[in-house]
């Protein structure tokens, strides 16, 4: 099993950036492929980012593609999502995901509790 604990919403104006940071624990972090959902009010929850083991292929929504670039770092057992040029229509609450098995499409078997980005226009 491993544990997700994500971190770094805030309130930031249209066009500002934010990095969002999410820390894993418990069995071997590299052996997972990490993911970002995020869900709007009154939304289902959606896809942002993901990113794969090893190498570290990534994949992108098409609505953040080239805004967001999703990293990880083995080293410290962290996924990170930076998100620049952010929009009114990202505000949401961002969950972090770890899977073992499906990273395209991304199938999460753990979740993080989730972290409140809020863009104000």
């Known amino acids: 099993q491993v544990q997700l604990a994500d971190s770094g919403g805030g309130l930031v104006q249209a066009g500002g950036s934010l990095l969002l940071s999410c820390a894993a624990s418990g069995r071997a972090f590299s052996s997972y492929a990490m993911g970002w959902f995020r869900q709007a009010p009154g939304k289902e929850r959606e896809f942002v980012a993901a990113i794969s083991w090893g190498p570290g292929r990534t994949a992108y929504a098409d609505s953040v593609k080239g805004r967001f670039t999703i990293s990880r770092d083995n080293a410290k057992n962290t996924v990170y999502l930076q998100m620049n040029s952010l929009k009114a229509e990202d505000t949401a609450t961002y969950y972090c995901?770890?899977?073992?098995?499906?990273?395209?499409?991304?199938?999460?078997?753990?979740w993080g509790q989730g972290t409140q980005v809020t863009v104000s226009s």
């Open positions: 995901a770890a899977a073992v098995a499906n990273w395209k499409p991304f199938v999460g078997d753990y």
